[in-house]
């Protein structure tokens, strides 16, 4: 099927799915499941995680939206995100019980990476992150690996969390440039 | 190919959204309509999916330990939390360390320890010996900190022969230029 984006909207592809069609289903699941996935990675930090919401999320949404469930169809991207908020809610509810499970294999587990990270140009990447100066070298590491907020990584450099706001801005503004070739 | 956006979200808006950033009373409903954006729209996901990878990227070299940096203990907690293995040398103002890399680490920084109160800015400078010198300007630290923290980049270490090198820590405060320490780090390749 050729890509429709440009074409078909994503109101226009749920009506379809409600009346029944199936490569509209198919084209509307492409669209939407990265954008869940992002959801999950931003509210559980845990790729695997985020993946098993895309279903969770996907699965319901299509269901009800076939079953005539979703009352406005025009807003089923609400729709969506409703969804995710409650099986995020969920998800939370039993996060102590899978940090016990991890906690008990995390020897057992391989890190998990993104496919993204797989063609990101990790070579360019070094030569970009080298060329930051230290300050936002640290404040970039800081907030991607220690998933540190402003204000905890500004306490750690003498810096107000404003400021570590700032820097990181400027910071993943010529990361992104760097990395983009300009 | 993916519908341009018309309204899309600004680089900022995106990168304070994914790092949870609460900065006024109503981000709770600006985070609410960012993400209703991001749900309607193909083409600000697909930044932030870029903004993702790059974050993917940056802990996948963390890890390896192919960026030279300044780090925290916050970091180091992350390292341990990830189960790399550390390797550090904690050096006192004018002490001197003997150090290595084996095959085994993933990680290699030197903890250099010294007084910053009252430092406005804090350089560092390595005195290699041949003669030359390296020099990195306006470290970041904090002026209540007792260290300030170096990793290395271990691929480059690895390479090394045997080499000695002086570093120094230079704070810049209201009176001038002072010398907060000097430290020496011995360094022999590891041997199997």
């Known amino acids: ?182 | 190919m993916i519908a341009r956006c018309e309204r899309p979200l600004e680089w900022g808006v995106l990168i304070d959204y994914w790092f949870g950033e609460a900065i006024a009373p109503d981000d709770a409903s600006r985070n609410e309509r960012v993400e209703e954006h991001l749900l309607c729209c193909g083409s600000c996901s697909q930044r932030l999916q870029d903004l993702v990878a790059l974050g993917d990227g940056v802990r996948r070299l963390a890890r390896e330990g192919a960026i030279a940096m300044v780090v925290t203990r916050s970091f180091l907690e992350w390292a341990a939390r990830e189960g790399l293995r550390v390797r550090e040398y904690r050096v006192q103002p004018g002490g001197r360390a003997a150090c290595t890399i084996r095959p085994e680490d993933d990680l290699l920084v030197g903890r250099l320890q010294g007084r910053f109160s009252g430092a406005s800015r804090l350089d560092v400078v390595w005195h290699l010996e041949n003669g030359s010198e390296h020099r990195i300007d306006d470290l970041p630290f904090s002026p209540d900190a007792d260290e300030v923290i170096l990793a290395q980049k271990t691929s480059e270490m690895r390479m090394i022969g045997a080499e000695t090198w002086t570093v120094r820590l230079i704070a810049r405060d209201a009176g001038g230029e002072r010398l907060v320490g000097e430290y020496t780090f011995a360094h022999s390749p590891h041997r199997l």
Request: aromatic letters at 4%.
């Open chain 1, 1 to 182: 099927m050729e890509p429709v984006a440009e074409l078909v909207s994503d109101i226009e592809l749920a009506r379809q799915v409600a009346a029944g069609q199936s490569d509209a289903e198919a084209e509307l699941y492409r669209r939407l499941a990265p954008r869940v996935r992002l959801y999950g990675l931003r509210h559980l930090r845990d790729p695997a995680a985020a993946d098993d919401l895309v279903q969770d999320v996907l699965l319901t949404a299509f269901d009800s939206l076939r079953a005539g469930k979703v009352r406005d169809v025009e807003q089923f991207a609400s729709f969506v995100l409703g969804t995710c908020r409650r099986v995020v809610a969920s998800v939370r509810r039993t996060a102590e019980r899978r940090r016990r499970l991890l906690e008990r294999h995390r020897a057992d587990l391989v890190p998990a990476e993104s496919p993204q990270a797989a063609i990101l140009d990790l070579a360019r990447l070094t030569r970009c992150l080298s060329r930051l100066n230290e300050r936002h070298r640290t404040v970039v590491v800081l907030s991607f690996c220690a998933e540190r907020s402003a204000e905890e990584i500004g306490s750690e450099l003498g810096l107000s969390a404003v400021n570590v706001r700032v820097q990181r801005h400027r910071a993943l503004a010529r990361l992104r440039q760097c990395m983009e070739g300009s």
